[in-house]
């Protein structure tokens, strides 16, 4: 079945800096959204990419679809406080018919 | 709206016990889907919906069953719990492909 690798698992970052986390399929892609999870909270959409070589951006964060489909990456400038969390992407193999495909997740961790 | 609302917050149950997460949307979605979420396992799909009367089993369906009788309600059931169902069930609903889903706040379920 589809697989969708994340990495890295763990990421520590001084305040300012920035931050990349990269997600990959093992087959192509119909679609592929992007995730956030506070501590203790519940996973809440930030975006979802459709065309290949697809770029969108909001505020601080950037997210890419590679040409290929089969991979995609969201980096974040400057992070702040508030960009704690765990960052998963998810594929569709079907349009979203199928179901989606998480990723493990990328924990951010800030240190001021 | 209160999106989607997942009942009871916390269980405990019994090895070999079965019982009923209830999940229900007010957001007329057609897509609904089950997630465990497991420390370093990210979220992995149990089934899924993509319309009142149709499922479809995800990546971890064995223990568990589920039913789509209306657009709103998609419980999930445990047949026989296991130490192993120990998790944070996560129930998700999305209007349909290529629309990001939104999460319920969790149950999270311990067997012993």
């Known amino acids: 079945g589809q697989q969708v690798m994340q990495i890295p698992q763990y990421q520590h970052v001084q305040e300012g800096e920035d931050f990349t986390t990269y997600c990959n399929s093992s087959t192509t892609l119909s679609n592929i959204q992007w995730y956030k999870q506070r501590p203790g909270g519940h996973p809440v959409f930030l975006i979802q990419?459709?065309?290949?070589?697809e770029v969108k951006k909001q505020k601080r964060l950037t997210f890419q679809f590679g040409e290929a489909k089969k991979n995609s990456s969201l980096h974040i400038t400057a992070t702040q406080t508030t960009d704690v969390g765990t960052y998963f992407c998810?594929?569709?193999?079907?349009?979203?018919?199928?179901?989606?495909?998480f990723g493990k997740g990328t924990h951010l961790i800030i240190q001021p | 709206n209160a999106g989607v609302t997942q009942t009871p917050k916390f269980q405990v149950l019994k090895t070999g016990q079965s019982m009923t997460l209830q999940c229900a949307q007010d957001?007329?979605?057609?897509?609904m889907s089950w997630y465990r979420q497991d420390p370093g396992m990210g979220l992995r799909l149990i089934h899924y919906?993509?319309?009142?009367?149709?499922?479809d089993q995800g990546e971890v369906p064995n223990g568990y069953n589920v039913s789509r009788s209306t657009t709103e309600d998609f419980p999930l059931r445990l047949l026989s719990a296991a130490p192993s169902q120990t998790s944070v069930y996560f129930c998700?609903?999305?209007?349909?492909?290529?629309?990001?889903?939104?999460f319920g706040s969790g149950t999270r379920l311990t067997v012993v």
């Open positions: 990419l459709v065309k290949s070589g």
């Open positions: 998700a609903s999305s209007p349909g492909q290529f629309y990001g889903y939104t």
């Open positions: 919906s993509v319309g009142a009367g149709i499922t």
């Open positions: 998810a594929g569709g193999s079907g349009g979203g018919a199928d179901g989606l495909t």
């Open positions: 957001m007329n979605h057609e897509y």
